[in-house]
Protein backbone atom coordinates (compact mmCIF):
# COMPACT_ATOMS: atom_id res chain seq x y z
CA UNK A 1 0.00 0.00 0.00
CA UNK A 2 1.12 3.65 -0.53
CA UNK A 3 1.83 6.06 1.98
CA UNK A 4 0.27 9.47 1.07
CA UNK A 5 0.33 12.76 3.74
CA UNK A 6 -2.64 15.03 3.29
CA UNK A 7 -1.07 18.50 4.30
CA UNK A 8 0.42 21.44 2.72
CA UNK A 9 3.07 21.80 5.47
CA UNK A 10 6.48 21.86 3.75
CA UNK A 11 7.78 20.68 7.25
CA UNK A 12 5.98 17.87 7.64
CA UNK A 13 6.48 16.63 4.27
CA UNK A 14 10.03 16.66 4.37
CA UNK A 15 9.63 14.62 7.73
CA UNK A 16 7.42 11.93 5.98
CA UNK A 17 9.89 11.97 3.33
CA UNK A 18 12.98 11.35 5.66
CA UNK A 19 10.91 8.60 7.39
CA UNK A 20 11.80 6.55 3.80
CA UNK A 21 8.25 5.39 3.50
CA UNK A 22 6.74 8.14 1.56
CA UNK A 23 4.72 7.97 -1.64
CA UNK A 24 3.53 11.22 -2.28
CA UNK A 25 1.35 13.80 -1.15
CA UNK A 26 -2.29 14.96 -1.28
CA UNK A 27 -3.60 18.97 0.05
CA UNK A 28 -6.37 21.00 -0.95
CA UNK A 29 -7.73 24.67 -0.96
CA UNK A 30 -8.28 24.11 3.15
CA UNK A 31 -4.92 22.59 3.68
CA UNK A 32 -3.52 25.60 1.50
CA UNK A 33 -5.15 27.95 3.88
CA UNK A 34 -4.35 26.40 7.17
CA UNK A 35 -0.34 26.95 6.43
CA UNK A 36 -1.31 30.41 5.30
CA UNK A 37 -0.80 29.86 1.68
CA UNK A 38 -3.28 32.37 -0.28
CA UNK A 39 -3.10 33.79 -3.86
CA UNK A 40 -2.98 31.90 -6.76
CA UNK A 41 0.69 32.40 -7.77
CA UNK A 42 1.60 31.38 -4.13
CA UNK A 43 -0.40 28.03 -4.26
CA UNK A 44 1.13 27.74 -7.35
CA UNK A 45 4.37 27.83 -6.26
CA UNK A 46 3.52 25.88 -3.27
CA UNK A 47 2.63 23.15 -5.35
CA UNK A 48 5.95 22.91 -7.36
CA UNK A 49 7.87 23.05 -3.83
CA UNK A 50 6.16 20.22 -2.32
CA UNK A 51 7.20 18.37 -5.72
CA UNK A 52 10.56 19.04 -5.15
CA UNK A 53 10.53 17.31 -2.02
CA UNK A 54 8.51 14.05 -2.47
CA UNK A 55 9.56 11.21 -5.08
CA UNK A 56 5.89 10.48 -5.99
CA UNK A 57 2.12 11.90 -7.50
CA UNK A 58 1.13 15.26 -5.47
CA UNK A 59 -2.40 15.67 -6.08
CA UNK A 60 -3.50 19.32 -7.42
CA UNK A 61 -7.11 20.52 -6.61
CA UNK A 62 -9.19 22.50 -9.17
CA UNK A 63 -11.17 24.97 -7.68
CA UNK A 64 -13.80 25.66 -10.80
CA UNK A 65 -17.17 23.80 -10.71
CA UNK A 66 -17.93 24.38 -14.34
CA UNK A 67 -16.60 21.83 -17.04
CA UNK A 68 -14.36 24.70 -19.14
CA UNK A 69 -12.86 26.25 -15.84
CA UNK A 70 -11.52 22.51 -14.54
CA UNK A 71 -10.30 21.58 -18.00
CA UNK A 72 -8.34 25.13 -17.72
CA UNK A 73 -7.13 25.07 -14.05
CA UNK A 74 -6.52 21.47 -14.35
CA UNK A 75 -3.83 22.24 -17.60
CA UNK A 76 -2.24 24.65 -15.79
CA UNK A 77 -1.71 22.91 -13.13
CA UNK A 78 -0.52 19.75 -14.76
CA UNK A 79 2.14 22.05 -16.38
CA UNK A 80 3.28 23.14 -13.43
CA UNK A 81 5.22 19.66 -12.96
CA UNK A 82 5.31 16.00 -13.90
CA UNK A 83 4.68 14.55 -10.85
CA UNK A 84 1.09 16.96 -10.54
CA UNK A 85 -1.90 14.74 -10.55
CA UNK A 86 -5.26 16.99 -10.99
CA UNK A 87 -7.55 16.61 -8.47
CA UNK A 88 -11.19 16.85 -9.69
CA UNK A 89 -14.16 16.59 -7.70
CA UNK A 90 -17.27 13.71 -7.77
CA UNK A 91 -19.33 15.69 -10.12
CA UNK A 92 -20.76 15.49 -13.57
CA UNK A 93 -18.80 17.85 -14.73
CA UNK A 94 -16.04 16.31 -12.63
CA UNK A 95 -16.32 12.91 -14.18
CA UNK A 96 -16.44 14.45 -17.59
CA UNK A 97 -13.23 16.43 -16.85
CA UNK A 98 -11.74 13.05 -15.82
CA UNK A 99 -12.36 11.78 -18.82
CA UNK A 100 -10.79 14.20 -20.64
CA UNK A 101 -7.41 14.30 -19.14
CA UNK A 102 -7.62 10.84 -18.96
CA UNK A 103 -7.61 10.40 -23.01
CA UNK A 104 -4.51 12.97 -22.77
CA UNK A 105 -2.42 11.07 -20.62
CA UNK A 106 -2.61 12.68 -17.17
CA UNK A 107 -2.86 11.72 -13.98
CA UNK A 108 -6.55 12.51 -12.20
CA UNK A 109 -7.89 11.74 -8.33
CA UNK A 110 -11.47 12.03 -8.14
CA UNK A 111 -12.59 13.42 -4.76
CA UNK A 112 -15.09 13.73 -2.20
CA UNK A 113 -16.35 10.14 -2.83
CA UNK A 114 -19.19 8.62 -0.57
CA UNK A 115 -20.71 5.79 -2.35
CA UNK A 116 -19.40 2.63 -4.41
CA UNK A 117 -21.57 4.09 -7.36
CA UNK A 118 -19.48 7.22 -7.30
CA UNK A 119 -16.49 5.26 -7.39
CA UNK A 120 -17.44 3.16 -10.87
CA UNK A 121 -18.45 6.36 -12.35
CA UNK A 122 -14.55 8.04 -11.77
CA UNK A 123 -13.00 4.01 -13.00
CA UNK A 124 -15.24 4.02 -16.20
CA UNK A 125 -14.18 7.45 -16.46
CA UNK A 126 -10.26 6.83 -16.29
CA UNK A 127 -9.61 8.36 -13.06
CA UNK A 128 -5.57 7.51 -11.55
CA UNK A 129 -6.59 7.55 -7.96
CA UNK A 130 -10.27 7.57 -6.27
CA UNK A 131 -10.74 9.29 -3.17
CA UNK A 132 -13.70 7.81 -0.90
CA UNK A 133 -13.46 9.84 2.57
CA UNK A 134 -13.80 7.22 4.87
CA UNK A 135 -13.32 9.27 8.65
CA UNK A 136 -16.40 11.55 7.40
CA UNK A 137 -18.11 8.58 6.36
CA UNK A 138 -17.14 7.41 10.46
CA UNK A 139 -18.35 10.83 11.39
CA UNK A 140 -21.83 10.47 10.48
CA UNK A 141 -21.81 7.10 11.82
CA UNK A 142 -21.72 4.79 8.34
CA UNK A 143 -18.92 2.41 8.05
CA UNK A 144 -16.43 4.34 5.84
CA UNK A 145 -13.89 0.77 5.47
CA UNK A 146 -17.46 -0.85 3.94
CA UNK A 147 -17.22 1.84 1.23
CA UNK A 148 -13.47 0.82 0.27
CA UNK A 149 -14.61 -2.98 0.46
CA UNK A 150 -17.56 -2.52 -2.20
CA UNK A 151 -15.41 -0.81 -4.28
CA UNK A 152 -11.80 -3.24 -4.34
CA UNK A 153 -14.99 -5.64 -5.19
CA UNK A 154 -16.03 -3.69 -7.84
CA UNK A 155 -12.62 -2.95 -8.94
CA UNK A 156 -11.53 -6.54 -9.53
CA UNK A 157 -14.92 -7.74 -10.25
CA UNK A 158 -13.94 -5.64 -13.77
CA UNK A 159 -10.37 -4.96 -13.66
CA UNK A 160 -10.45 -0.94 -13.24
CA UNK A 161 -6.94 -0.22 -12.77
CA UNK A 162 -7.95 3.25 -10.81
CA UNK A 163 -6.08 3.15 -7.17
CA UNK A 164 -8.59 2.73 -4.55
CA UNK A 165 -6.78 6.30 -2.19
CA UNK A 166 -8.28 5.87 1.07
CA UNK A 167 -8.77 9.69 2.38
CA UNK A 168 -9.83 11.27 5.30
CA UNK A 169 -7.71 8.88 7.36
CA UNK A 170 -8.25 9.84 10.81
CA UNK A 171 -5.87 7.51 12.87
CA UNK A 172 -3.18 4.57 13.11
CA UNK A 173 -6.24 1.74 12.52
CA UNK A 174 -7.53 3.13 9.56
CA UNK A 175 -4.53 2.73 7.88
CA UNK A 176 -3.78 -0.95 9.33
CA UNK A 177 -7.73 -1.34 8.37
CA UNK A 178 -7.20 -0.55 4.81
CA UNK A 179 -4.21 -2.67 4.22
CA UNK A 180 -6.43 -5.45 5.28
CA UNK A 181 -9.06 -5.14 2.71
CA UNK A 182 -6.64 -3.88 0.03
CA UNK A 183 -6.71 -0.25 -0.49
CA UNK A 184 -3.96 0.98 -2.64
CA UNK A 185 -3.38 3.45 -1.22
CA UNK A 186 -3.79 5.65 2.21
CA UNK A 187 -3.55 9.73 2.82
CA UNK A 188 -3.26 10.78 6.00
CA UNK A 189 -1.90 13.01 9.05
CA UNK A 190 1.81 12.45 9.80
CA UNK A 191 0.85 11.21 13.33
CA UNK A 192 -1.07 8.40 11.80
CA UNK A 193 1.59 7.26 9.85
CA UNK A 194 4.00 7.88 13.23
CA UNK A 195 1.41 5.67 14.81
CA UNK A 196 2.39 2.62 13.28
CA UNK A 197 5.92 2.89 15.19
CA UNK A 198 4.55 2.63 18.45
CA UNK A 199 4.03 -0.79 20.50
CA UNK A 200 4.50 -0.20 24.31
CA UNK A 201 6.68 -4.01 24.05
CA UNK A 202 8.83 -2.47 21.56
CA UNK A 203 9.64 -0.05 23.94
CA UNK A 204 9.76 -2.35 26.63
CA UNK A 205 12.09 -4.17 24.50
CA UNK A 206 14.17 -1.54 23.82
CA UNK A 207 14.87 -0.70 27.19
CA UNK A 208 15.54 -4.02 28.66
CA UNK A 209 18.43 -4.70 25.82
CA UNK A 210 20.24 -1.49 26.77
CA UNK A 211 19.85 -2.47 30.71
CA UNK A 212 21.18 -6.06 29.51
CA UNK A 213 23.81 -4.78 27.74
CA UNK A 214 25.02 -1.67 29.93
CA UNK A 215 25.31 -4.44 33.07
CA UNK A 216 27.76 -6.37 30.83
CA UNK A 217 30.01 -3.82 29.24
CA UNK A 218 30.41 -2.05 32.30
Do not use: W
Not at 55 to 81: C, P, Q, R, T, Y
Not at 177 to 193: E, Q
Amino acid sequence: MKFFIDTANLAQIKEAQALGVLDGVTTNPSLMAKEGITGKNSILKHYVDICNIVDGDVSAEVNALDFAGMIKEGEELADLHEQIVVKLPMTKEGVMAAKYFSDKGVKTNVTLVFSAGQALLAAKAGATYVSPFIGRLDDVSTDGLALIEEIRLIYDNYGYETQILAASVRHTMHIVNCAKIGADVMTGPLSAIHGLLKHPLTDIGLAQFIADFEKGNK
